[in-house]
């Protein structure tokens, strides 16, 4: 009878066995906090609580839209929480949960490594583009 042999531990991952239903967990969380629309509310609430208009201002680029829907799903995950001011006009602020602020220092990480390796990342993608137009003339 063939026995089951558990995967190596890797250097990459110390004490850590790979464990193939943990995948799917990983996987489920990294869409959430793995898009460039969670990093970006996640790093602009790290200051503090916001207000719907002004994380909209410091994410120029994002639409009104897709702000919501981020924020709507960093509630969902627990990461913010929305609180609603009965003024006139309402006041709604967002704010990182516990759980939230323990994102930041991975994303920190994550930012420092990209500013580290931006321009090695940058040259590897020209060499590519280049030898891929090269082997495309051919």
């Not at 790979?18 to 906090?33: F, I, K, M, T």
């Not at 994410?59 to 627990?78: C, F, K, V, Y």
């Amino acid at each position: 009878m063939p026995t089951k042999q558990v995967q190596e531990r890797t250097s990459l991952l110390p004490g850590n066995l790979h464990v193939p239903g943990d995948c799917q967990a990983v996987s489920e969380v990294l869409d959430r906090v793995g898009d460039k629309w969670s990093v970006l509310v996640v790093v602009m609430l790290g200051d503090g609580p916001k207000r719907f208009n002004e994380l909209r201002r410091s994410i120029a680029s994002i639409s009104q839209r897709m702000l919501t829907l981020t924020l709507r799903g960093l509630e969902r995950d627990g990461l913010v929480t929305r609180t609603v001011f009965a003024t006139i006009p309402p006041r709604v602020d967002y704010e990182l949960t516990e759980l939230g602020r323990s994102l930041l220092r991975p994303v920190d990480a994550l930012g420092s490594w990209a500013r580290e390796h931006h321009a090695k990342i940058v040259r590897a993608r020209e060499r590519f583009d280049a030898a891929l137009k090269a082997r495309d003339r051919r």
